[in-house]
């Protein structure tokens, strides 16, 4: 039988700090690594004391960039976001944190060019390139609205530390909570 935490009745790893996958040892060796210990810390910081549920996500975000002491944070945002965006980069350097905005279709690739079944030369969405432009310039990466497969691809290509902030849901409004609470399977 294989385990399934939606499955358990009794969330012993939750209410008894049981290890039913063999994780623990490997999992407390990762935290003390690296950034890791100073990124624990920070995240405790905007959870514990009671504090889980005070601040929405963007501030969250706000707070743990200055926890962290992030000097560059990059903003990686689809086009058609292009108005919020400049909302939260004035918001976030309001707040003391350097923005440096990427936009979906920097670097100016043509659809034919990565795909040759597109013979229209309308300009392609670059989550490689927004990703190289990030990784040479920014501590950390909060990422507005990419489409679904180009965030997957930005994000294999992203070796900096990074958060997504809104999530592309055209149907309802960027709030894909409301997409799985509505969804009917067909």
Known sequence: M?????DCSNKSCKTRGADCFGLHDHSVARYKEGDHPRMVKSSSALIDNGRAGELSRFQEIIEF???QGYENVGLAYCF???VLAEEVRYKMESAGINILPARCTMGGVKEPEIDESKEAPHISCNPAGQAEFLNKR?????EMGLCLGHDVMFHQELKVPFTVLVVKDRVYSHNTVEAIINYKAE
């Open 80 to 82: 058609g976001l292009e």
């Open 2 to 6: 294989q385990l399934n935490c939606l």
């Open 138 to 142: 920014a501590d950390f990466v909060v």
């Open 65 to 67: 960039c200055k926890l």
